[in-house]
């Protein structure tokens, strides 16, 4: 498959291999499709901005790889559903 980026599109993601964020457009492109199917799942019950937090807060640390960045995600998506579940968030 060929994906054509427009301009734009490509320097973002020369950006963020530039920062070191990701070592190839291949994991770059996984993370990006896992995000999405992360935000599709329709177990996650939390709101798109508490999803998009958590994927921020973990594209952002440099600590974790990429695998356990995943489950972090998962982790912190199911206490969110937990918690609308029981009604017990802060």
């Not at 291999?17 to 199917?37: D, F, K, N, P, T």
């Amino acid at each position: 498959m060929t994906i054509n980026l427009t301009p734009e599109q490509e320097r973002r993601l020369q950006t963020l291999m530039r920062r070191g964020a990701y070592a190839s457009v291949e994991e770059l492109v996984e993370a990006a499709l896992a995000a999405v199917e992360q935000r599709t799942l329709p177990s996650f019950s939390g709101t798109p901005a508490e999803l998009d937090a958590l994927l921020s807060e973990g594209l952002a640390s440099k600590e974790l790889a990429e695998t356990d960045f995943w489950c972090s995600v998962h982790e912190q998506a199911d206490t969110l559903r937990a918690e609308r579940r029981t009604g017990s968030r802060p």
